[in-house]
C-alpha cells in the first residue's frame, strides 16, 4: 500500500495546512499567511515585483502571535530540500533570533500551532530545535551559576560562529525576566563584548577594563 503523504505535493500540503487552520482558528484568520514569491513569472512581471520587494527563498508561510513570528517553509516528506536562495534567507532570519520550521505533513504543522498558542513549551514556542536546545540550557546554566558581580568576556565563552548566536540567547534569558525572577540581572556592557551578573541588594562593584560599571536600566 502507497503512503499517501510521501505522495503529497508541497502546494498540496501547503493548502492542508493552511484550511486546518483558516477552519479551527477563526478568530485569528490574517495573522497566518503565505508569501507568494516562488512561483513561476514572465521576466517583466518577474522584475517589476522585485522592485517592489519580492524577495527569493522568504518562507513560504509567516504566522504572527503574541509579539512573536514563526517562519514555516513547506516540503515534500524526506525528498524536499531548501534551495541555496531558501538556506541563505533562512540563516539570515536565524541570525535574528526566529527559527524557520520545515514542515512536511499536516500533523507536524498541526502539533507546531498548537503548542504556539497553548504555550506548553517555552522553548518550542521559540522554535527550538533538539540541539539548540541543549544548548540553551547549557547557557541558562552557566547564567544562574555565575556569582555576584562577576563578569565574563564573551570571547572566552564562545567561539566567532557562535557569538550572534551566544548574544541571542543570553539576550533572551534577559528579555524573558529569568534573572528577575531569581533576583538576579545579567547586563551586557556597553560595547557588549562581556557581560555580568547582580545580585538584588549587593553593593558589589563590577570592574571591566580599570573601571566600575555603570548599569543603565
Known sequence: ????????????IQSDCYLWFHNNFTNLRGL???VPNGE?????????????GVVPGIPDICFHYKSNTYFLEFKKPKTGKASDQQNKIHD????????????????????????????????????????????RHK???????????????????????????FIRIVSEFMDQ??????????????DFKAFYKKIDGSDQKVMYNGAAVVADF
Open 139 to 165: 547557557i541558562f546554566s552557566y547564567l544562574y551559576d555565575m556569582g555576584d558581580a562577576e563578569l565574563v568576556l564573551i570571547d572566552n565563552v564562545c567561539e566567532d560562529e557562535t557569538r550572534a548566536k
Open 177 to 190: 525576566n529569568y534573572d528577575l525572577l531569581a533576583n538576579f540581572s545579567i547586563l551586557f556592557t556597553p
Open 32 to 34: 497566518l499567511y503565505h
Open 40 to 52: 513561476l513569472r514572465d521576466p517583466i512581471t518577474a522584475k517589476k515585483l522585485q522592485a517592489m
Open 1 to 12: 500500500m502507497i503512503n499517501s503523504t510521501l505522495t503529497e505535493s508541497e502546494a498540496k
Open 92 to 135: 539570515i532570519l536565524e541570525r535574528q533570533g526566529f527559527t524557520v520550521w520545515i514542515i512536511d505533513n499536516l500533523g507536524q504543522f498541526i502539533q507546531l500551532i498548537q503548542h504556539i498558542i497553548e504555550r506548553k513549551d517555552p522553548f518550542f514556542t521559540y522554535g527550538v530545535k533538539k540541539n539548540d536546545y541543549f544548548y
